[in-house]
C-alpha cells in the first residue's frame, strides 16, 4: 500500500507541476507578449531603396584626347606586351630621363627624332 501512496504523490507532484507550468505560460502570454511600446523594435514598413534612372549616352561625357587617341593605337598594344619595353619604362633612370625637359625639348626637335629613327644611329 505504500508503495501505491508514493505513486500517487509522485504523480500528483508532477501533474501539479505540470499545471504550474502552463498557468505560467498562460500568464505569461496573456499580458506580457506580443511586446508593446519600447519594447518593440523593427520596422513594419518596407525598407526605402534608391532608385535611379539608368545612365544613358548622354549623361556619359568623355573626351578624346591625344593620349586616349594613341592608348587605342596598335604601337601602343605593342609597347605595352613587349617585355624590352615595360623594363626600360620601369627603369628608375630612364623615367628620370624623361622628366628632363632638355630631354623632353630634344624629343620634340624633328632632326633628334629623324636621327634616332635612322638605323645607322641604333
Request: proline share 3%.
Amino acid at each position: 500500500m505504500e508503495i501505491r501512496d508514493n505513486r500517487k504523490v509522485k504523480r500528483n507532484i508532477i501533474l501539479g507541476s505540470i499545471v504550474l507550468v502552463a498557468m505560467a505560460a498562460a500568464v505569461y502570454f496573456s499580458f506580457f507578449y506580443p511586446p508593446s511600446g519600447k519594447q518593440v523594435t523593427g520596422t513594419i514598413a518596407p525598407a526605402a531603396r534608391y532608385r535611379a534612372e539608368q545612365i544613358g549616352k548622354a549623361d556619359v561625357k568623355v573626351e578624346e584626347t591625344d593620349i586616349t587617341r594613341w592608348t587605342q593605337t596598335a604601337e601602343f598594344d605593342h609597347l605595352s606586351k613587349d617585355p624590352a619595353a615595360r623594363k626600360l619604362f620601369t627603369n628608375a633612370a630612364f623615367r628620370s630621363a624623361l622628366a628632363n625637359d632638355a630631354v623632353r625639348d630634344a624629343l620634340r626637335n624633328a632632326a633628334v627624332r629623324d636621327a634616332l629613327a635612322n638605323s645607322a644611329v641604333r
